[in-house]
Structures are given as structure tokens and as C-alpha cells.
């Protein structure tokens, strides 16, 4: 594959954000009645939620949601799919974790579908935000990185399937 990216955030530009972000969340998590849930989107959010949740200071539930849509992509179905039942969240405060928000669609639609099946507070967090994209969507409750409104992979999310074991995050300059 002839392709060339270059580093948008090193490993440990990323390793220092996310003890930051585990920090505020535990502030967040300290102030509930009882444990939250992270609920973390599979499979993007792997290599973050892993990291995360290890900066948290305090006791969590911890599931995955695995999330696919009946179309090509998200953005052309616009019908997704899930792998648990969302009444499982009744009752509970779910902190959501996603590797990165673009139009805001995926968060803003499993949001509500937590709140739809009974889950009190709901609050989102993604390791990145193109803001450029997400104008008039919500931005998520706790954000690692502003991102350019291009590509990136790595760290979790994928280029084409592959790549997402890399340490750091790169963007894409050429395919
Ligand atoms: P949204 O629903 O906010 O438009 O898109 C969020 C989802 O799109 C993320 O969960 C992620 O799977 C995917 N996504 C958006 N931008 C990128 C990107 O630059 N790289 C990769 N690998 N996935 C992205
Ligand atoms: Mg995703």
C-alpha cells in the first residue's frame, strides 16, 4: 500500500490527555450515588477506553457496544444496529466512550436511546472532535483533542481495517 501519514498526536501527547481526562471523569464518577457505567463503542474505542479506564480512580461497571449499520457506512444507512439490549441501562449513569466524534450522529443517537430505556445521566466522552464537522451538534462532555476535519487512524481506529494497533495518531497526507 502506497500511502504517507504523519503523527497529528504521539504516544505520549495522548498518554498525558487521557490521565487528564481520567481525572475529570473521576470527579464526575466521585459525585454519583453509586458506580457508573462506561459503556465503550467497539471497536474504535479500544485502545482508548483500555487506557482510560485505568485513570479513573474510582470503581465503574465496564461493557462494550458493538454498533454497525445495515448499510455501507453510518452516514448512508442512518439505520444502526446494536449488540445489547439498552433496558440494561436502566436506572444506571452511563459515562459513553467513543474513539472520536465527527458529525456527532453516533453519540447523539445511542444518547438517546440510553435516556429512551431509562438511564439517568448520560455523558459522552471521545479521545477526538472535529469541530469543524460537529457545528450544531452537541459536543461531547469530556474531549481529549480537537481534530482536523480529515482522516486519522490509529490508536484504536482503523484506516481500511488495519492499522489500529499503532501507538500514536497519524492523518492521512497521502493514499
Ligand atoms: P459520527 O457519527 O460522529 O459522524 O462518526 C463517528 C464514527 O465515525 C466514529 O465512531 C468512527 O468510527 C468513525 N470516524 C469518524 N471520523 C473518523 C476518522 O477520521 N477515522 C476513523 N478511523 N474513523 C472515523
Ligand atoms: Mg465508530
Not at 68 to 87: E, Q, V, W
Not at 153 to 169: A, C, K
Request: neutral net charge; contains cysteine.
Amino acid at each position: 500500500m502506497c500511502m504517507q501519514s504523519q503523527v497529528l498526536f504521539s504516544a505520549s501527547d495522548i498518554s498525558g490527555r487521557v490521565r487528564a481526562l481520567g481525572a475529570e471523569i473521576s470527579e464526575w464518577a466521585r459525585g454519583l450515588p453509586e458506580p457508573p457505567v462506561m459503556l465503550w463503542l467497539a471497536e474504535g474505542a479500544v485502545v482508548f477506553a483500555a487506557d482510560l479506564m485505568r485513570e479513573i480512580g474510582c470503581d465503574m461497571q465496564v461493557v462494550s457496544l458493538k454498533v454497525s449499520s445495515y448499510g455501507a457506512s453510518l452516514k448512508s444507512s442512518g439505520t444502526l444496529r446494536y449488540s445489547r439490549d439498552f433496558c440494561e441501562f436502566a436506572g444506571k449513569n452511563i459515562l459513553l466512550v467513543d474513539d472520536i466524534s465527527d458529525t456527532g450522529l453516533t453519540l447523539r443517537e445511542i444518547t438517546g436511546k440510553l435516556k429512551d430505556s431509562g438511564a439517568l445521566q448520560v455523558k459522552t466522552c471521545t479521545l477526538l472532535c472535529k469541530p469543524g464537522k460537529c457545528a450544531g451538534a452537541r459536543r461531547p462532555d469530556f474531549v481529549g483533542f480537537d481534530a482536523p476535519d480529515s482522516f486519522v487512524f490509529g490508536y484504536g481506529l482503523d484506516f481500511s481495517g488495519r492499522f489500529r494497533n499503532l501507538p500514536d495518531i497519524r492523518i492521512l497526507t497521502k493514499e
